[in-house]
């Protein structure tokens, strides 16, 4: 069993839709990192979080520690959001992220 | 800043035959990291090092070698490549400041073996 489990694993909206992309995972972690991952296969971070809730621009990602669950939530969706969103963890010993499977996000005009 | 930089973008290889990737970043990062993204996995780890001449393997280190000479480079070699190591790989860096912050990644690198 995977330590980080995304869900959904695909995911189609509308424009202007408020999308959730969620985030769970078995171990004790340090920190939670999001990506975005285009079609060209390029891969950018967009949050690094240990607590609370971030936010940036449209994006929003939230973490509960006690429940070991991320989300993360696009307002407002426009198609160029459409890319695969991964969720890694670091772990509370050693220097090593582990990664989700991702989410296929895909817009509509 | 060029941040992260890998090349080749693409390499076809025969089974057998060994190779080298690159991956520079100018950052002056001490954490660099080799990964492997196969299709319906994550990323999986394959070495990694916390600052020059500091290597670990990670979760899938077997077929592969790195060395770190210096804060800048982070070559990923195969050694003698098979057909199981058809995959795109990727090499991350990030900065330490008390913890390990967000990871930078490259534009990948293609690998098939043939």
């Known amino acids: 069993k995977n330590e980080v489990e995304q869900s959904p694993q695909n995911l189609t909206a509308q424009e202007g839709e408020f999308i959730t992309i969620n985030c769970s995972y078995s171990v004790g972690i340090s920190a939670l990192h999001w990506l975005q991952q285009h079609p060209g296969g390029g891969i950018v971070s967009l949050f690094m979080?240990?607590?609370g809730k971030k936010k940036h621009g449209r994006l929003i990602a939230t973490i509960n520690i006690q429940e070991k669950h991320s989300s993360l939530h696009i307002t407002a969706s426009h198609p160029r959001d459409s890319a695969v969103y991964i969720c890694?963890?670091?772990?509370?010993?050693?220097?090593?992220?582990?990664f989700g499977t991702g989410t296929s996000l895909t817009v509509i005009p | 800043n060029a941040g992260v930089t890998q090349t080749p973008k693409f390499q076809v290889l025969k089974t057998g035959q060994s190779m080298t990737l690159q991956c520079a970043q100018d950052?002056?990062?001490?954490?660099m990291s080799w990964y492997r993204q196969d299709p319906g996995m994550g990323l999986r780890l394959i070495h990694y090092?916390?600052?020059?001449?500091?290597?670990d393997q990670g979760e899938v280190p077997n077929g592969y070698n790195v060395s770190r000479s210096t804060t800048e480079d982070f070559p990923l070699r195969l050694l003698s490549a098979a057909p199981s190591q058809t995959s795109v790989y990727f090499c991350a860096s990030s900065s330490w400041t008390g913890s390990y912050n967000e990871q930078f990644f490259g534009p990948g690198t293609r690998l098939t073996v043939l």
């Open positions: 950052m002056n990062h001490e954490y």
């Open positions: 090092s916390v600052g020059a001449g500091i290597t």
């Open positions: 890694a963890v670091r772990k509370n010993t050693g220097n090593q992220f582990y």
């Open positions: 979080l240990s607590s």
